[in-house]
């Protein structure tokens, strides 16, 4: 079945520390891997997607399909950048997106 | 930027009463809209996709009589809870999709909370 994976409920970095947000997915098939960001009382929206192959917010993150992961990274950490964030997948041929648990991201001052 | 609404944000509700939860869209049309289910401090999970005039399609688990989607319109979909129990308390949140392509950017609202007493 497919799934995605985001092992860490909670990360703690200090402002300026490199962040990494885990994310493995399992799906056969051809898929599209999302990240999407909540910041405290907002709203889910979209941070980027892989076939964008963009950096929002200094974030990026590159799918790796021979290891199934495609893990958010920020070389310098702000404090605004404090939100919960979602893996989420999408099968080819599909709108159902499947998400991860989330990661609470804390950036400590 | 596209937004979605979401009414009432908030809901407390007696055991064995009935709740509408509305979506819309506020400019643009959605073809397709989604209804997403949040347990506290877990994850979304999709409860059902409505298609503009037709009969949406819920996923596994999901009790469609007990949760009733009508997607009238290309900009509203709403989700009635009926006969609605405490473990019916949850966050309830949707989503909208302009457009046919799958690849096109669902957009969320800000959810409602349910509570059932």
């Known amino acids: 079945a497919q799934r995605v994976t985001q092992p860490e409920k909670l990360l703690s970095v200090f402002k300026g520390a490199p962040v990494e947000l885990k994310c493995n997915y399992s799906?056969?098939?051809?898929?599209?891997l999302f990240w999407y960001v909540q910041y405290s009382r907002q709203r889910l929206q979209l941070l980027l997607r892989h076939i964008s192959r963009e950096s929002i917010k200094g974030f990026t993150a590159d799918l790796n399909k021979g290891e199934t992961s495609f893990h958010l990274k920020k070389p310098f950490a702000q404090e605004e950048d404090s939100a919960m964030y979602y893996c989420a997948l999408r099968m080819d041929s599909s709108y159902k997106l499947i998400f991860g648990s989330g990661t609470r991201l804390l950036v400590r001052p | 930027g596209a937004v979605v609404s979401q009414h009432p944000s908030w809901v407390i509700c007696k055991s064995g009463t009935s709740v509408k939860i509305e979506c819309r869209s506020l400019?643009?049309?959605?073809?397709?809209m989604f209804w997403y289910r949040q347990f506290p401090k877990q994850s979304l999970m999709l409860m059902a996709t409505s298609n503009e005039g037709s009969k949406a399609t819920y996923e596994q688990g999901v009790e469609k009589d007990k949760f009733l989607i009508n997607h009238a319109s290309l900009t509203l979909s709403t989700l009635t809870v009926t006969s609605a129990h405490p473990e019916d308390s949850s966050f309830y949140i949707c989503?909208?999709?302009?457009?046919?392509?799958?690849?096109?950017?669902?957009?969320f609202g800000p959810g409602t909370r349910l509570t059932v007493l």
């Open positions: 799906y056969s098939g051809s898929p599209e």
């Open positions: 989503s909208a999709k302009q457009g046919f392509q799958a690849y096109n950017e669902q957009f």
């Open positions: 400019d643009f049309q959605a073809t397709t």
